[in-house]
Protein backbone atom coordinates (compact mmCIF):
# COMPACT_ATOMS: atom_id res chain seq x y z
CA UNK A 1 0.00 0.00 0.00
CA UNK A 2 0.84 3.75 -0.43
CA UNK A 3 0.02 6.63 1.09
CA UNK A 4 0.74 10.44 0.32
CA UNK A 5 0.25 12.69 3.30
CA UNK A 6 -0.66 16.28 2.80
CA UNK A 7 -0.22 19.29 5.27
CA UNK A 8 0.94 22.56 5.48
CA UNK A 9 -2.71 24.19 4.83
CA UNK A 10 -4.72 26.61 6.14
CA UNK A 11 -5.63 29.86 6.36
CA UNK A 12 -3.64 32.86 5.22
CA UNK A 13 -4.35 36.78 4.22
CA UNK A 14 -4.21 38.11 0.55
CA UNK A 15 -0.43 38.90 -0.09
CA UNK A 16 0.50 35.68 2.32
CA UNK A 17 2.67 32.38 1.69
CA UNK A 18 2.09 29.24 2.56
CA UNK A 19 4.69 25.96 2.06
CA UNK A 20 2.97 22.54 1.13
CA UNK A 21 4.17 19.36 1.71
CA UNK A 22 3.54 15.56 0.67
CA UNK A 23 5.36 12.63 1.57
CA UNK A 24 4.78 9.33 0.13
CA UNK A 25 5.40 6.34 2.34
CA UNK A 26 4.48 2.64 1.85
CA UNK A 27 6.02 0.02 -0.45
CA UNK A 28 7.85 2.29 -3.24
CA UNK A 29 10.32 1.14 -5.79
CA UNK A 30 10.67 4.22 -7.62
CA UNK A 31 8.62 7.69 -8.19
CA UNK A 32 7.90 9.36 -11.39
CA UNK A 33 6.43 12.95 -11.36
CA UNK A 34 4.88 14.48 -8.61
CA UNK A 35 2.49 17.26 -8.61
CA UNK A 36 0.01 19.24 -7.09
CA UNK A 37 -3.61 20.00 -8.39
CA UNK A 38 -6.16 21.76 -7.07
CA UNK A 39 -10.00 22.26 -6.97
CA UNK A 40 -12.49 25.22 -5.75
CA UNK A 41 -15.91 25.19 -4.62
CA UNK A 42 -18.17 24.43 -7.58
CA UNK A 43 -14.93 23.71 -9.61
CA UNK A 44 -13.46 20.86 -11.86
CA UNK A 45 -9.83 19.92 -10.18
CA UNK A 46 -7.27 21.54 -12.42
CA UNK A 47 -3.27 21.12 -12.42
CA UNK A 48 -1.34 23.90 -10.85
CA UNK A 49 2.33 22.43 -11.34
CA UNK A 50 4.46 19.37 -11.45
CA UNK A 51 8.17 18.20 -11.41
CA UNK A 52 10.04 15.15 -12.61
CA UNK A 53 12.59 12.84 -10.77
CA UNK A 54 15.08 14.80 -12.41
CA UNK A 55 13.63 17.86 -11.32
CA UNK A 56 12.32 19.85 -14.56
CA UNK A 57 9.43 21.57 -13.76
CA UNK A 58 5.78 22.63 -15.10
CA UNK A 59 3.50 25.61 -14.24
CA UNK A 60 0.15 26.64 -14.64
CA UNK A 61 -0.33 30.10 -15.99
CA UNK A 62 -2.27 31.06 -13.31
CA UNK A 63 0.84 30.14 -10.55
CA UNK A 64 3.94 31.08 -12.56
CA UNK A 65 6.15 33.52 -10.65
CA UNK A 66 4.12 32.58 -7.53
CA UNK A 67 4.42 29.28 -6.95
CA UNK A 68 7.60 27.00 -6.46
CA UNK A 69 7.81 23.14 -6.47
CA UNK A 70 10.43 21.01 -5.48
CA UNK A 71 11.34 17.90 -4.27
CA UNK A 72 13.33 15.70 -2.04
CA UNK A 73 14.19 12.26 -3.00
CA UNK A 74 15.56 10.75 -0.64
CA UNK A 75 12.32 11.66 1.35
CA UNK A 76 9.70 10.45 -1.05
CA UNK A 77 8.22 14.42 -0.47
CA UNK A 78 7.39 17.32 -2.67
CA UNK A 79 6.82 21.01 -1.36
CA UNK A 80 4.89 23.61 -3.02
CA UNK A 81 5.81 27.49 -1.83
CA UNK A 82 3.28 29.80 -2.78
CA UNK A 83 4.10 32.90 -2.46
CA UNK A 84 1.88 36.43 -2.95
CA UNK A 85 -1.32 34.68 -2.24
CA UNK A 86 -4.98 35.55 -3.79
CA UNK A 87 -8.48 34.67 -2.86
CA UNK A 88 -8.48 32.86 -6.25
CA UNK A 89 -6.20 30.53 -4.92
CA UNK A 90 -9.02 29.22 -2.56
CA UNK A 91 -9.15 25.67 -3.08
CA UNK A 92 -8.63 22.02 -1.55
CA UNK A 93 -4.39 20.99 -2.86
CA UNK A 94 -4.26 17.27 -3.60
CA UNK A 95 -0.58 15.82 -4.35
CA UNK A 96 0.07 13.67 -6.93
CA UNK A 97 2.06 11.21 -7.65
CA UNK A 98 3.64 8.31 -10.36
CA UNK A 99 4.59 5.16 -8.29
CA UNK A 100 5.88 2.36 -9.05
CA UNK A 101 5.94 -0.91 -6.17
CA UNK A 102 7.78 -2.82 -8.26
CA UNK A 103 11.49 -2.99 -10.57
CA UNK A 104 9.27 -4.90 -13.05
CA UNK A 105 5.59 -2.84 -13.19
CA UNK A 106 4.82 0.00 -14.45
CA UNK A 107 3.64 3.75 -12.46
CA UNK A 108 0.17 4.41 -11.62
CA UNK A 109 -1.08 7.30 -9.94
CA UNK A 110 -1.53 8.04 -6.61
CA UNK A 111 -3.38 10.81 -4.47
CA UNK A 112 -3.35 12.66 -1.18
CA UNK A 113 -6.11 13.02 0.73
CA UNK A 114 -6.10 17.38 -0.05
CA UNK A 115 -4.81 20.00 2.34
CA UNK A 116 -7.46 23.46 2.80
CA UNK A 117 -5.77 26.59 1.56
CA UNK A 118 -8.03 29.51 2.25
CA UNK A 119 -6.94 33.04 1.31
CA UNK A 120 -9.07 35.62 2.96
CA UNK A 121 -8.56 38.94 4.51
Known amino acids: QVQLVESGGGLVQPGGSLRLSCAAS????????MGWYRQAPGKEREFVTA???????NYADSVKGRFTISRDNAKNTVYLQMNTLKPEDTAVYYC???????????????WGQGTQVTVSS
Open 96 to 110: NAAIALHTWSRRYDY
Open 26 to 33: GSISSIGA
Open 51 to 57: ITSGGST
